[in-house]
């Protein structure tokens, strides 16, 4: 039987370090039973960053709790909680905590087989994967 619907706590999902002390939380996957898209939440410490990267899908990014530079294309923009970002796929990104508290960000990837392309490598994975 397909689910219709689903509860999520956060603290019963498994938490995935990212590096530099930043860590992601899925929270609607296939095993939830989302068929079209995949979210959860970053936790950046305060002066850390992720890698710039890109993913293969459009991706949006609300911005929870703290500021950021959003780099995007080698731009960089200020943002704030409650500011929303949206990317077209393959486009470079990244969130970088220049402030002295957390940052945390919701993301939503527009499918379920949404990879991660590290520019700096090109190391390419299945955002999927990082759970295992």
């Known amino acids: 039987m397909t689910a219709t619907h689903a509860i999520l706590t956060e603290a ?5 370090s990212r590096g530099g002390g930043a860590s992601t939380v899925q929270m ?9 898209f995949l979210n959860g ?3 950046i410490p305060a002066g850390a960053s992720i ?4 993913h293969d899908c459009e991706e949006s990014v609300l911005i929870v ?5 959003v780099e995007i294309d080698g ?4 943002a704030k909680a409650g500011d929303v970002t949206w990317l077209a796929a393959n486009v ?23 990879t991660r392309t590290l520019v700096e ?12």
């Not at 609607?28 to 068929?35: E, I, K, L, M, R």
């Not at 890698?51 to 890109?54: F, I």
């Not at 709790?65 to 530079?69: L, M, Q």
């Open 75 to 78: 731009t960089r923009h200020d």
């Open 51 to 54: 890698p710039l990267h890109l």
């Open 12 to 16: 019963q999902r498994p938490r995935i």
């Open 41 to 43: 939440f970053t936790d």
């Open 92 to 114: 470079p990104h990244r969130f970088i905590n220049t402030s002295d508290q957390p940052l945390r960000i919701f993301w939503t990837y527009a499918s379920t087989a949404a």
């Open 65 to 69: 709790h703290g500021s950021a530079v």
């Open 28 to 36: 609607v996957t296939p095993d939830a039973g989302s068929g079209a």
């Open 121 to 132: 490598t090109g190391e390419t994975a299945p955002i999927l994967a990082e759970a295992r």
